[in-house]
């Protein structure tokens, strides 16, 4: 069965940086895209970026671009999402989710992670 | 930017109701809408993609409908565990977008 589990979470300073990584298992990892999502406290789900099966290809919300980059690494399983200059409001579990298609991006997320909760303040 | 309005925000229902949430989009996505329920402290779970296409595992108590700017999300008959909150989103185009969430409470 699939599975990611997300890491790297924690308390950080504004304007600093981190690196969140997500382990994946149970499924072709490097044929599928995937995605980063996020929900601040208490609010609503925010999508953050996307990646495709073979990195060649990234997306990203407004809120984030210049400042956070999606990767992976096809032979370690993994994705990750490395966040520079934080803000408070960037404050948030961060989900890693699969992308539905395979070899090409649907854009569609049918599996989520657990989450890994960033928390910027000084 | 596509704009998703999600209503109503909360409703209270009852075991056994039929429930229905409304998605609004800002302009037209055709079908490029996807359902998803969270629980409290809990990841969300993706229940319906292409508007109307269950994910698998998904109970047939859930169904989807609608195309162009106008979606519904129905459950047929509430049980205890589909107290939760749902969100859309639209897949059309970036940025990906969600709707601001319904929470479904128990009356």
């Known amino acids: 069965q699939v599975q990611l589990v997300e890491s790297g979470g924690g308390v950080v300073q504004p304007g600093r940086s981190l690196r969140l990584s997500c382990a994946a298992s149970g499924f072709t990892f490097s044929i599928f895209g995937m995605h980063w999502v996020r929900q601040a406290p208490g609010k609503g789900l925010e999508w953050v970026a996307l990646?495709?099966?073979?990195?060649?290809?990234?997306y990203y919300a407004d809120s984030v671009k210049g400042r956070f980059t999606i990767s992976r690494d096809n032979s370690k399983n993994t994705l990750y999402l490395q966040m520079s200059s934080l803000r408070p409001e960037d404050t948030a579990v961060y989900y890693c989710?699969?992308?539905?298609?395979?070899?090409?991006?649907?854009?569609?997320?049918?599996?989520w992670g657990q989450g890994t909760l960033v928390t910027v303040s000084s | 930017d596509i704009q998703m309005t999600q209503s109503p925000s909360s409703l209270s229902a009852s075991v056994g109701d039929r429930v229905t949430i409304t998605c609004r989009a800002s302009?037209?996505?055709?079908?490029?809408l996807a359902w998803f329920q969270q629980k409290p402290g809990k990841a969300p779970k993706s229940l319906i993609y292409a508007a109307s296409s269950l994910q698998s595992g998904v109970p047939s108590k859930f169904s989807g409908s609608g195309s162009g700017t106008d979606f519904t999300l129905t459950i047929s008959s509430l049980q205890p565990e589909d107290f939760a909150t749902y969100y859309c989103q639209q897949y059309k185009s970036y940025p990906l977008t969600f709707g601001g969430g319904t929470k479904v409470e128990i009356k």
């Open positions: 302009q037209g996505i055709s079908n490029y």
């Open positions: 989710a699969k992308d539905r298609g395979s070899h090409w991006l649907v854009r569609l997320v049918d599996y």
């Open positions: 990646i495709s099966y073979d990195g060649g290809a990234e």
